[in-house]
């Protein structure tokens, strides 16, 4: 592999995205799904009946954008909202057996690609990479939810 010289440590963050994303594409891309619907079924699939806000804040997106995501999902099929309790405000999301069939190997096919990319690094030096992006990660507010 090419060795590309970047500047900052945040643009070798971002080359390693991408690279995660490239990789993922193909698996994501043979089902007709975007990473982030990807991201929303592998979501409910290990949290069934989640609400709006829970989706919202797991993929760390703003409540207007899952609502738009999810009503992309409901009308394949892949998702159903309903309220809880006649509170419109609340909604449970449930993943249809449709959803679970498309989503099925989600996991395992991510966790191949992180192994891969990581695989130089070996086993103390992803502990370490871990440690350090979750300080990092933990600095970072969250998109506000209404």
Known sequence: MN?????????????????????????????????????????????????????????????PSVSRLLAGLERRGLVQRRTQDGDTRSRRVHITPAGSELIQGFEEAMDRVEDE??????????????????RLASRIEPPSLP
């Open 117 to 134: 990319i990581l695989a130089p690094l070996g086993a103390a030096g992803q502990a370490q990479l871990h440690d350090l992006l979750r």
């Open 3 to 63: 060795e590309v010289e970047r500047e900052s440590t945040l643009e070798l963050m971002r080359w390693v995205v991408w690279g995660q994303r490239r990789i993922a594409d193909d698996w994501i891309r043979e089902r007709g799904l975007t990473h982030e619907q990807s991201a929303v079924l592998a979501y409910l699939s290990k949290n069934p009946e989640a609400i709006q806000r829970d989706v919202a804040r797991a993929t760390r997106t703003s409540a």
